[in-house]
């Protein structure tokens, strides 16, 4: 069997915990590789770039030729044929849309008491950085969740680094949707490597003030050790699926699904809950039939992914499943039920939500809208998916007449004295001094 059916109330503790964990366990081994990469970027710089490359990715790259040339993009449109060019633009229009309905008015205030006027103005980020990972394949479409968003917010300098290919080249579609996106720049270096150049900048590529995209468990773990020298996006590592599921939902659909993000990596998972037995085993049987369609490649990854991380828990009841489900706190969650819009309600913990029997959560993925940059590693019990508020900078302001601030004037210096500020207070009474 590809896949192993857990009842709830009899799992072990030990299967329990792998299942709930999944791959935060390997992100947590490899911290000090990833710390003595960050290390030697921030003095090398570019020769550091090209060593961790070729070490990595067994891909050799240059100093002078870190940088994409205008040329290359230009050239990627001749190697792409017109209806994928033209699929990008479509999905790129979809979450331009959905990222500009997120935005806020760029300036409101209010008049908060007589004489006082209070609001808020946006202001975007100056430089972002975005990852776009590569690898295990190539990915037009996580172009588009993380430049678009920083362009609608108005990020004036957007970069982009990924990873070349074998032969150094970065996959022309990816290219493309950097150009349509509008990336100010994009550097082919990816991993670890690509976040700490992000971070510290080098000869080539600049230093950012934030940086966002989904990546590897090296990426996940050089943004972990970065936490605080730069600003991070949500931590999106590892894919992760979990589908919750009652009596109405196909069992040839569940198993499709499952394997939806298993197929990322070897670090990657797919969960199934429900509470009706007849749908976990019937899943169970048919998921092989799903997993043998896919090339040798992709195969590997899910029934290895499946094998660690992949699991379908037998609850016995829907709010028992709900339960877990909330307790899992997974990137990407299907509901597969007869009341979808209702259960979702009772959902506290999730990165994304894909409803219905007919919204696969690979949807989502290629550009229905929403963003697919979720948070991964149970941090969906904190925080929602990469979103247009991420890149700008909501400050506040206030505009004070003179008789507003003697509205104010007593009450301010009194809590003044009261927290022990007197400097406070006199810079507000020295206005009124006889």
């Known amino acids: 069997m590809y896949i192993q059916v857990y009842k709830l109330n009899g799992i072990s503790a030990g299967d329990y915990d792998r299942i709930l964990k999944r791959s935060e366990t390997e992100t947590e081994s490899i911290m000090a590789d990833v710390e003595k990469v960050i290390s030697d970027i921030k003095v090398?710089?570019?020769?550091?770039?090209?060593?961790?490359?070729?070490?990595?990715?067994?891909?050799?790259?240059?100093?002078?030729?870190?940088?994409?040339?205008?040329?290359?993009?230009?050239?990627?449109?001749?190697?792409?044929?017109?209806?994928?060019i033209e699929a990008i633009r479509t999905l790129a229009g979809n979450v331009k849309r959905f990222h500009a309905a997120q935005m806020p008015n760029k300036m409101w205030s209010t008049e908060v008491s007589p004489g006082l006027v209070a609001g808020q103005v946006i202001i975007p980020l100056d430089k972002v950085g975005c990852y776009v990972p590569g690898g295990r394949g190539w990915f037009p479409s996580a172009v588009m969740m993380s430049v678009l968003p920083a362009k609608v917010a108005g990020v004036p300098n957007v970069y982009v680094c990924t990873p070349p290919a074998p032969d150094g080249a970065i996959p022309p579609g990816t290219l493309i949707a950097c150009d349509v996106c509008g990336a100010d720049e994009v550097f082919r270096v990816g991993g670890s490597q690509a976040v700490a150049a992000m971070a510290h900048g080098t000869q080539t590529i600049p230093k950012v003030d934030k940086i966002v995209g989904p990546g590897s468990k090296w990426v996940l773990a050089a943004f972990?050790?970065?936490?605080?020298?730069?600003?991070?996006?949500?931590?999106?590592?590892?894919?992760?699926?979990?589908?919750?599921?009652?009596?109405?939902?196909?069992?040839?659909?569940?198993?499709?699904?499952?394997?939806?993000?298993?197929?990322?990596?070897?670090?990657?998972?797919?969960?199934?809950?429900?509470?009706?037995?007849e749908l976990a085993y019937a899943v169970q049987q048919k998921i092989g039939r799903h997993i043998e369609r896919l090339n040798d490649y992709r195969k590997n990854f899910v029934t290895e992914s499946l094998k660690k991380y992949g699991a379908i828990i037998l609850t016995d009841s829907l709010e028992e499943s709900i339960a877990f489900v909330n307790e899992y706190a997974g990137e990407h969650l299907e509901i597969m039920t007869a009341e979808p819009l209702q259960d979702m309600q009772k959902i506290k913990n999730a990165g994304g939500i894909y409803l219905g029997h007919y919204t696969p959560l690979s949807t989502g993925c290629f550009g229905s809208g929403p963003n697919h940059v979720l948070p991964t590693g149970r941090k969906a019990t904190v925080a929602g998916g990469l979103k247009t508020a991420d890149f700008y900078k909501a400050v506040t302001f206030e505009y004070f007449s003179r008789d507003g601030l003697a509205n104010l004037k007593d009450a301010m210096v009194k809590l003044a004295e009261y927290e022990g500020f007197p400097a406070h207070g006199n810079a507000i009474s020295e206005r009124f001094a006889k």
């Open 44 to 84: 090398h710089g570019d020769k550091a770039l090209v060593e961790y490359t070729k070490k990595f990715e067994d891909v050799t790259i240059y100093e002078d030729k870190i940088r994409v040339s205008r040329e290359e993009i230009d050239e990627a449109y001749r190697k792409v044929d017109s209806e994928t």
């Open 224 to 277: 972990k050790l970065l936490y605080g020298q730069v600003e991070i996006g949500t931590l999106a590592g590892p894919g992760e699926g979990i589908i919750l599921a009652d009596e109405t939902a196909n069992p040839e659909f569940a198993a499709a699904d499952i394997c939806i993000q298993a197929e990322h990596g070897l670090d990657s998972a797919g969960v199934l809950v429900t509470h009706v037995p």
